[in-house]
């Protein structure tokens, strides 16, 4: 019964970001004109002052980011790739909302990070007053007479998507919408509806997310009370909500990619495909909002309920298995030119695999498992595998690593460098407890 209420539960609009549009005026929304705004605090650019028309015939996008958005600053090398290659027809200018000497200061205490070749609005001003955001990165698509035609996400700006913009195409693109509301009535929504999970014995919610339109139930991480647990997510992916509830979270953000294991042909429905031209069709269609909430003696065992539930709903067999997968494996042949000489305990390694600026990235007088930790961060980032210590050693260290070694793709510089101090880093397969995905009979 309380499943029937809450499906015909009215709408909840959460708004993260305010609405500027008080400040500068309207609020455009996509078959707007774009105004000629005078845009200031503009670096990276030959002039800080800016308008739209400097790009007179060219399409533009409107980048928005901000200075902890990681996937935001992941695509930099992606906006100035497409910037070079359609700059004859197409503007990318990029915006956030902190000041320009709070960006200034950011940048340079990341030297790692290349900013792209284009204008960067600081300090938000009527761009941001026009398309308010309600999370990053957004894209808005502007064509060359400044009409807006889409409000999107980041991964839409794909080549193939930007050529039919260019060529004014028509471009089934999902819509970002800004979603403001006022806060009283959001509160008092959500606390009706927390209420009703609050007094259910067992209940079981699952809706296709919809741009925070319809039930928010928050996230609620294994949280316990009266007796019972609950678990809730306003948006994630099958293969999302799965870990989740196999995966302990102090474990979830050192599980490899290559051990999430699917026995089927078609992954779209469950995970984020790597073929980025699916992307927007996987957000529209694949992603859920998730609340689960029953009595249980023990977080094990409502996990184990939870993953029952989601296998019921979604049609599915997912266990863990052991499974040989390829891992990087450590091992040693010396340890001399590792051992502390002791000393004040520094480390710096992790700053580095973050991308930010440091100036001498090592490590003093640290635990050779800590050198542990920060490479399994590193394999996790960029090759999405386990590294396993078959090394044996318990000491203190002292290891100087380069950025260049501990950012690459590419694991020859890092087993280079290691190998100075009698490290041997080698892919092997190994057994790993491995997420197996079936399709039910």
């Avoid at 007053?129 to 409000?151: E, T």
């Avoid at 087993?415 to 080698?426: N, T």
Wanted: aromatic share 10%; hydrophobic share 40%.
């Amino acid at each position: 019964m309380i499943n029937k209420i809450i499906r015909t539960f009215f709408p909840v609009f959460i708004g993260l970001i305010p609405a500027m549009g008080s400040v500068y005026g309207q609020v455009l929304k996509i078959g707007d004109t774009v105004p000629d705004f005078e845009i200031n605090d503009v670096i990276g650019y030959s002039s800080s002052t800016i308008h739209l028309s400097d790009f007179e015939g060219k399409a533009i996008i409107l980048d928005f980011w901000s200075h902890g958005c990681k996937g935001c600053i992941e695509s930099f090398p992606k906006v100035d790739s497409l910037q070079q290659k359609y700059g004859d027809n197409l503007q990318i200018i990029l915006v956030n909302n902190e000041s320009r000497d709070s960006t200034e200061r950011w940048r340079s205490k990341r030297t790692g990070i290349k900013l792209p070749s284009v204008p960067i609005v600081t300090g938000g001003g009527p761009l941001s007053a026009a398309f308010p955001q309600n999370a990053y990165p957004l894209h808005v698509w502007i064509d060359a007479d400044r009409v807006v035609k889409h409000i999107t996400h980041g991964w839409n700006a794909t080549e193939a998507n930007i050529e039919a913009f260019i060529n004014r195409d028509t471009l089934n693109l999902s819509t970002v919408e800004f979603v403001d509301i006022d806060q009283e009535e959001k509160r008092s929504t959500q606390r009706i509806y927390d209420a009703m999970v609050d007094s259910a014995v067992s209940f079981s919610y699952l809706a296709r997310y919809r741009s925070k339109k319809d039930i928010n139930p928050g996230n609620h991480l294994f949280v316990h009370k009266n007796g019972k647990w609950r678990f809730s997510v306003t948006s994630n992916a099958v293969e999302g909500l799965f870990k989740t509830a196999y995966i302990p979270l102090m474990d979830m953000d050192l599980f490899p990619k290559n051990a999430v294991i699917y026995e089927m042909e078609n992954t779209l429905p469950y995970r984020i495909p790597k073929d980025k031209a699916l992307i927007d069709f996987h957000y529209q269609h694949y992603i859920y909002t998730y609340d689960y909430v029953c009595e249980a003696a023990s977080e094990a065992v409502f996990r184990e309920a939870m993953a029952e539930d989601l296998m019921n709903k979604f049609n599915l067999e997912v266990t863990l298995q052991e499974r040989k997968i390829p891992c990087m494996v450590l091992k040693m042949k010396k340890t001399k030119q590792l051992e502390s000489k002791g000393g004040q305990s520094i480390d710096s390694l992790y700053a580095v695999i973050l991308q930010m600026e440091v100036k001498e990235p090592k490590m003093r007088n640290m635990p050779f498992a800590t050198l542990v930790h920060r490479l399994r961060a590193r394999m996790k980032i960029t090759r999405g595998m386990a590294l396993l210590d078959e090394s044996d050693f318990k000491g203190n260290i002292d290891i100087d690593l380069s950025p260049a070694a501990l950012q690459a793709k590419d694991n020859k510089l890092l087993i280079k460098e290691l190998a100075e101090y009698g490290l041997v880093l080698k892919e092997e397969k190994r057994k790993q407890t491995c997420l197996v995905f079936k399709e039910r009979e």
